[in-house]
């Protein structure tokens, strides 16, 4: 046994647990919770060269899961998110009045999720990673469609069209190399135009689940709508899949392919993002509408670094920065949506005008938020702060002063929209109605927020864990 | 104190001060009336018995201060010491029904404790924290009564007192640049004499003392202050507290050392206030303020002479010693007429003679009647001044005689038949008797010339000012002649309008000027906005994601290919 | 152990904030004692550092937070005046928040927010390392806003959204300053100035520009001031703390770390830049004054005097002479002592006779002479009046331009005491002078409701304001130690 099979194992032994159990189903985190955080622990401290083969097979025919620094990163903040996020629901479950069935649905969904989740970070099989991302997005799918039918419909319409082009280019390489392995076509990649349409069209679909402007248009609606725990999955987990593949895409598989244009091709989408998103966020009049754009930004950064990545001397900053942004936005990013979810159930209305009187009369909840936003603003100390010192680091020792700029523009315009939130909050209103509200729901956003600030003192080991098998670090494959 | 009498120079000043925190104490305040004699006597004792020119460290005070006591300091202080003892005393008894016990007390000690401790401070430091203590303080002291007239007059006094203050101390921080950072009075001078100093040094010290001694244009708020205050107040204000700027400029100025330009503006400014401001004062229609500007006018003749060593370079040891004689003289015989003006409303029929004849005979000495203590302090002056400053001296002798002539003639009379309290009586004739005295003792010690050597004839042929005053001053009563009527404070009226419409104007450009601003603020843009939901709902488009991921795949084969 | 004296000083604060915002308002008494327990350990502690640190001793605490960047905490002689400073006077502030505030809305949150602001101020002033400085910059302007926008009426959140528009705008310029200097000589150490010798000096002067420029927004140096006065919607105690101690002070201590300690004096003299710092500092103080004397609102008038006081201090650092230094970094001090004196005064006016307007104070002096007698001795310290403490900071300033050969900065010190005469002696005139208008409490009232802990520490920062004045030459005087501080720049 491996923790590596079983962090895919487990999940999914639960949602099978969770479909027999009818009712009991929710009880079923509270035992979820340990094993998984266990497993991620376990996977944490693992030996670099622990890989491990499903059934043993060699490649190409077996499935290898590898524990490298972005998948023990990605999977104990998946479990750290998915534990908050199940707890919360388990003492506030997702649910519309009179509708207790929907509840029900939400706990298979969420194993679903998180067994995709892993699966997707620790393998490093194309296929296989589609099977993943499918898995993904039916979860994500399904959470959105909680809210919204119609919102769910247009996601899975574009998460479809997605799926299909990330196919297609799956299809093109099998016919070109005879291996859908990572690791065997990084020494067999030819830059080719069979390979770069392939590359192209698995990076655009991957784009569309990763929710990368200009392709982000299914996630405001889908966020905006969803109960709130489903949207803190769907912003901190699911669009960070898309994001994860394609890493393994640009930096593992193809760097004797992608040059350095090809690679400013996606870090200008990714400023884009960051720039559109926040405009549209500071727009925006519902709360989680900002929330929901404010996750179009962040996902912009994620982008902009690939080529600070790329053009990097010793890449190792600019990697543990794009890393520890991920980290410390799917942690931030999971509390905001659950305080939004807590608060506006406590305010008048959905709009930010609606949240006066809220920082008297649920102190906590507004604290989460505030961490989260300091975080996701980028102002220390936090993880977000971290991640966007590397990167601008980066990005100034590069003579990249374009994607500096855009980074510190972007930093400002999240203070403007967040601020404009919390100042709210810190306002006069209509006395707050007073929703029973437990202690667990409480902690759970303050929890994840305050780790998304810890993790800004960690940084020498967030650093030293993302460099774990780094593919800039690999011998014989060099950075282009 | 027999043991270390310079022991005598730290508490000289912080025995007054000690005196003016018991008067913040609840209770005690009223009380500390009657001890307002006793702020000067260590002062007093350190004037007569402290060793000269030993420096007194205070280690940790302020920038490491010193005190210290040098020959011409210490006849200032003990002048001053005299003069605020006798005022003391007067005050006492003056002040003891007063309505402000308390807040009284505690400004005079404090103005006392700053202007003796001008006197006696070592370094410049030192110097300016005193000078900033007599300056701002006499403010309360001025404004005391809280009639109208006196807040117009407090005000005057502590804008220019203000303004001197910062032109003292900039002076004072270039002077000490100049001498290599160094804060020692005498190293101060020495710096400023040499040709590397800063050539607005001597300028603003000129500026901001003058302030305080009433140079010419500068005068403006001594009449009004000075009689504005209560009278023992008044006393010490014109009596002492104008020597603080005197000795600012002797301690300061880089006599020895020609230095044409400032010595001749200072000696212009000086001399034309000796003769200017008596003739205002002779228009003036209240004693005190006729005094006020004989204060001026005197002082003028002082700074007059300062100016004309300055200018030809004469040897301070020379020249400061008839300056702190003269102003020693001046200190205590102006002390007394404004005691005695005071005194005039209690003076009943033969007492009032008697007090006209005793000020009568100071305001004779005071300008340089022969055979009075002022005649023989202004010939040691006279010394100093060049042949035209010796004329011009002996000149005033004529308006500063008309000008003690209308005091005399609008002292208050009495309301009734009544003879005036010992305890007034006595510090008038005592600084009576000290004015007309002290010179006469201390003259050979410190000029080291016997009095009078000229001979009979000459004093009576320098006496021709007087006779003509006299004669003036019978034809005017003879015909009844009146006087013309001036304000006090001269020029201060029209600046005052001026600075009025000015700060009027001010304020009316300020208000334009926001309101323009808040007129040119932008509208909040909406168009924009618009277009931004317009492109978010493409975005949101199936079919648009679907030609995206092809336009982003073309893009980044395009891209890979280049 | 005790290396670890610098991580007490930033940990003993998070302890009281915790504290704060955990307990509940029925345990209001255990809260007050925990905020005045840690800041009287923490001045302790400061006192134990002081001695220490005269013996020769730097205590220095290091973390590697990231990989090649370290987290310092450093207790340089510099470091120690600023401790002290902020230390002393969150003390008594403390003190006087507790009684002004007695009771009222949300006071968890406030004590909570107030001591992770004295945690930022402390970290601002340890940090050894341009990093570490930033972390903590960025700390304080968080923490700030929730004491801004304290009441949450409309004008304390525009105030709150103006603070920030400024605040954030700078961090961000002076965070792009500090990484395109680290792009090109690594990280930046306080104790250790880079040797920036090969690079071109135009790419220096931008870096100068982009430090100075984000800097000087919380320093409130015109143009970027605009904050500044608009704060003043935050009640009176942290009004008192953001012009005394926090905000203001952080800027002015990151200038002068930036002008010593990264660039060296030398360099900046020879890139020139200290000239135009120089006079940028000289328009903000005469700006700043002439503005005072417009407002008609008396908290008004204080916070755009703070505008002019704290570029002395700038303008002390950025004329790079023995003495100007020692001016500026004394003024650090004087100027904190002698406003949060003037804060606190106003706030104890509006607190018990609801004066908040300047033609209101009239008879002041009469109804609260304590009050009032506290608050003379701050604005005639503001004025530099000796004895009090300004006189001595505006001597070193005016004999360091000198030694500069910046003469006409003199002139600029002459002109804002004029003006700060202008605006500070009517409000003593008023306060003294006039008789109260009717309407207000008499006087036997008042002392029925008397809060001394109000006015207690006002009367302490005045004391301490007259002290460090008459005693400026004691070694361990505010003065003293800026010697100390300024000698070992020049060496």
Known sequence: MSPLDLLVAVPLGFMLATLLAGRAARWLILLAVPAMAGLAFWLVLVSPDAAYLIGHWDLP?????????????????????????????????????????????????????????????????????????????????????????????????????????YLLGVALLVARYNTVDVTLLSQVAQPDLATMLAL???????????????????????HAAAPAPASALLSAIAVKLGFVILLRLWFEAFPAVTGQPALHVLGGAGALAVIYGSVQAMRQQRLKALVAYSTVAQVGYLFLAFPLVAGAPDPSGAWAGMMMHAVAHMLAKASMFLAAGLMLKAAAGHRIGDLGGLAQAMPMTVTSFGLAAVSLMGLPPSGGFTGKFLLLNAAIAQGAFLYAGVMILGGLLAAVYFFRALSACFGAGPAPREPAIRGVCTAAPLVLAGLAIVIGFAGSALDTLSAIAAPWAAPGVAAP | MTADPTVLLPLAVLWPMLLAGLALLPGWGPRMVLLLPL??????????????????????????????????????????????????????????????????????????????????????????????????LAYPLVIHDRQPASMRAGTVYLVLAVCGEVAILVGLMLASFGAGGAIGIEA?????????????????????????????????????????????????????????????????????????????????????????????????AGAKAVLAYSTVSQMGLVMGVLGFALAEGSAPAAVLPAVALFALHHGLAKGALFLGVGLAPVCGRAWRWGLLGGMAVLGLSLAGMQLLAGALVKSALKDQAGAFGATLIGLSALTTALAMARCLAVLPRAKSRCRPPLLMALPFLALSGAALWLP??????????????????????????????????????????????????????????????????????????????????????????????????????????????????????AASLI | MMTFAPLLLVLLPVVAALVSFALPER?????????????????????????????????????????????????????????????????????????????????????????????????????????????????????????????????????????????????????????????????????????????????????????????????????????????????????????????????????????????????????????????LASATILYGSARALMQSDLKKRLAYSTVSQVSYIVLGASLVGPFAVIGGLVHLVHQGIMKITLFMCAGALANRMG?????????????????????????????????????????????????????????????????????????????????????????????????????????????????????????????????????GYLR
Not at chain 2, 226 to 251: D, E, N, R, T, W
Not at chain 3, 38 to 50: E, G, M
Not at chain 3, 212 to 231: C, D, R, S, T, Y
Not at chain 3, 420 to 444: D, H, K, M, S, T
Request: charged share 10%; with cysteine.
């Open chain 1, 61 to 165: 025919l077996g499935i290898l899961l590898r524990p490298d620094g972005v998948a023990r990163l990605m999977v104990a903040a998946t479990a750290l998110v998915i534990g908050a996020v199940g707890l919360h629901a388990l003492v506030d479950p997702p649910e519309k009045a009179g509708n207790a069935a929907q509840a029900e649905t939400f706990w298979p969904l969420i194993y679903l999720l998180w067994a995709g989740a892993n699966a997707g970070f620790l393998t490093t099989d194309l296929f296989n990673l589609y099977v993943t991302l499918e898995m993904v997005s039916l979860a994500a799918v399904a959470l959105a469609a909680m809210g919204s039918l119609e919102a769910a419909l247009r996601y899975f319409m574009i998460a479809l069209v997605g799926s299909l082009a």
């Open chain 1, 200 to 222: 192209g069209l698995m990076t655009a679909g991957l784009l569309i689940k990763a929710a990368l402007f200009p392709m982000h248009g299914w996630l405001p609606p889908a």
């Open chain 2, 39 to 136: 702020g000067p006597l260590p002062a007093l004792a350190a004037a007569l018995v402290a060793s000269r020119d030993v420096p007194v460290a205070l280690p940790g005070v302020l920038l490491d201060s010193g005190l210290e006591l040098g020959a011409t300091g210490a006849l200032f202080l003990g002048g001053a010491a005299t003069l605020w003892f006798w005022a003391g005393v007067y005050a006492a008894f003056y002040m003891r029904h007063d309505g402000r016990p308390a807040a009284f007390a505690l400004f005079w000690n404090l103005v006392l404790a700053g202007n003796l401790g001008v006197f006696i401070a070592g370094d410049i430091v030192t110097f300016y924290v005193f000078f900033a203590l007599v300056s701002l």
């Open chain 2, 188 to 284: 101060v001078r020495a710096g400023l004499a040499l040709p590397s100093a800063h050539p607005a040094a001597v300028p603003l010290l000129i500026a901001g003392f003058g302030i305080k001694a009433g140079l010419m244009p500068l005068h403006v708020w001594l009449p009004v202050a000075h009689p504005a205050a209560p009278v023992p107040a008044s006393a010490v204000l014109s009596g002492s507290i104008v020597k603080a700027g005197i000795f600012g400029l002797v301690a300061f100025l880089p006599l020895g050392m020609p230095t044409a330009v400032a010595g001749n503006v200072l000696m212009i400014l000086g001399f034309s206030g000796l003769f200017l401001a008596a003739l205002m004062g002779l228009a003036q």
């Open chain 2, 440 to 557: 006469w003792l201390l003259y050979a010690r410190i000029t080291g010339t016997i009095p009078l050597t000229a001979d009979l004839r000459s004093l009576i042929f320098e006496a021709w000012p007087l006779g003509l005053a006299a004669l003036l001053i019978a034809g005017a009563v003879a015909v009844g002649l009146k006087a013309p009527g001036l304000s006090a404070g001269d020029a201060l009226g029209p600046v005052q309008r001026w600075m009025a419409a000015l700060s009027a104007a001010a304020r009316a450009a300020e208000r334009a000027g926001s309101r323009s601003l808040r007129r040119s603020r932008p509208k909040p843009q909406t168009v924009i906005g618009e277009d931004l939901d317009r492109i978010e709902d493409v975005f949101r488009e199936g079919a648009a994601a679907a030609i995206l991921v092809l336009a982003i795949a073309g893009a980044v084969v």
């Open chain 3, 27 to 279: 345990l209001s008494a255990w809260r007050n004692g925990a905020n005045i327990g840690v800041a009287f350990v923490k001045l302790l502690v400061v006192a134990y550092l002081l001695l220490q640190a005269q013996a020769g001793v730097v205590f220095e605490w290091r973390y590697e937070f990231l990989p090649g960047y370290d987290f310092v905490l450093r207790l340089d002689p510099l470091a120690l005046l600023f401790v002290t400073l902020s230390v002393f006077l969150w003390l008594l502030t403390t003190i006087y928040a507790i009684a002004y505030f007695d009771r009222g809305p949300n006071l968890p949150r406030f004590f909570g927010f107030f001591n992770l602001c004295v945690l930022a101020a402390t970290g601002v002033a340890m940090s050894g390392t341009a990093i570490t400085f930033f972390l903590f910059y960025e700390l304080l302007t968080l923490a700030t806003w929730p004491l801004v926008t304290h009441r949450g009426d409309d004008k304390s959140l525009r105030a709150g959204q103006t603070y920030l528009t400024y605040t954030l705008a700078g961090s961000v310029t002076f965070l792009a300053g500090i990484l395109w200097l680290q792009s090109l000589v690594g990280a930046i150490e306080f104790s250790a100035p880079a040797n920036l010798g090969a690079i071109p000096p135009l790419t220096l002067t931008l870096i100068f520009i982009l430090c100075i420029g984000g800097l000087g927004v919380k320093a409130a140096i015109i143009p970027f001031h605009g904050w500044l006065p608009e704060a003043m919607a935050a009640p009176a105690p942290v009004s008192a703390l953001l012009h005394a101690v926090a905000v203001v002070k952080a800027g002015a201590f990151g200038i002068v770390r930036v002008i010593y300690d990264v660039y060296g004096i030398g360099t900046v003299a020879e890139l020139g830049l200290g000239v135009p710092l120089a006079a």
């Open chain 3, 355 to 487: 004066i908040t307007a300047i033609a209101e104070l009239d008879g002041a002096g009469r109804l609260m002479p304590a009050t009032m007698a506290a608050f003379s001795v701050g604005a005639l310290g503001m004025i530099g009046m000796p004895p009090v403490a300004g006189f001595i900071s505006k001597w070193y300033l005016g004999v360091g331009a000198l030694q500069s050969d910046a003469a006409w900065a003199v002139a600029v010190l002459a002109g804002s005491s004029l003006l700060n005469a202008a605006y500070f002696l009517p409000l003593l005139y008023r306060a003294w002078l006039l008789p109260p208008p009717p309407g207000r409490p008499a006087i036997a009232e008042l002392a029925t409701t008397r809060d001394r802990m109000l006015i207690l520490p006002a009367v302490v920062t005045a004391v301490v304001s007259l002290g460090a004045g008459i005693f400026a030459s004691l070694s361990f005087s505010p003065l003293g130690w800026a010697t100390l501080v300024g000698q």
